[in-house]
């Protein structure tokens, strides 16, 4: 084998393991974003919203914890975490861009899920940062290959 060849392959291997980095960084984003939006902002978060940062306040944890530890089985711990989060995720869109009804909402008491507490850009809402950063640490969590 070349050394260019070693070098393409040393550089994917590399991409591969920082992808836990990235998945790491965008839970605890999130889950700092989470807390500025509830304490800070002071928007109370509706049903699914909890929902959502059940799923994503441990894999801040998790993720975390496997990369200090060099387990090569974290994806396995955090995916379907993960997953699950990215579920409530992609419903908390449909429902708040009406393609799912709302009686069919978890939100009888309190904050309703389809209130809009942020539009950034005429589109960016809360709903949707969530649901871009489970699809993010998901995919990083699927591609994410350890040093062998």
């Not at 509706?46 to 090569?72: F, H, K, M, N, T």
């Not at 589109?123 to 969530?130: A, E, G, N, Q, R």
Request: net charge neutral; hydrophobic share 50%; aromatic share 14%.
């Amino acid at each position: 084998m070349g050394n260019t060849e070693r070098i393409g392959n040393q550089g994917n291997a590399n991409l591969f393991e920082a992808l836990a980095y990235v998945a790491w960084i965008v839970a605890l984003l999130s889950t700092v974003g989470s807390l500025f939006f509830s304490e800070v902002m002071n928007f109370p978060p509706c049903a699914l919203c909890w929902y959502q940062r059940i799923a994503v306040y441990p894999l801040v944890l998790i993720i975390g914890a496997g990369i200090v530890l060099r387990d090569a089985r974290m994806k396995y711990y955090a995916l379907p975490l993960c997953l699950c989060g990215l579920a409530l995720a992609v419903y908390h869109n449909l429902l708040y861009y009406g393609v799912v009804s709302e009686t069919l909402a978890p939100c009888s008491q309190g904050v309703s899920c389809t209130e809009t507490q942020i539009e950034w850009f005429g589109f960016v809402t809360i709903p949707l940062l969530s649901l871009a950063a489970f699809a993010v640490i998901a995919l990083c969590l699927l591609f994410y290959k350890p040093k062998e």
